[in-house]
């Protein structure tokens, strides 16, 4: 399936969600949405940074739903928005 085309939080969300779901690891659906969006990778940092410093430590789009463990550490468990 193709991804979205568009510059929003919510496009790049869905798009980050489509490809974890066609089985890529995160960081790589992140990179392939953020391509896709042509959003230069500095900046997109800088987003991250600054939703994770507002206490929210997930993509927009998403929420945190507990924590796991991954890679030997605990860390969030971030899943999609459900809709209200």
Known sequence: MPLEKGKSKEVISRNIKREIEAGKPQKQ???????????PKQDAIHSYMDSVRSG?????????????EKGGKTVPNCIPKRPK
């Open 29 to 39: 659906a992140v990179a392939i949405a953020l391509r896709t969006a042509g959003v």
């Open 56 to 68: 929210n430590p997930c993509w927009s789009g998403y929420e945190a739903y507990g924590t796991k």
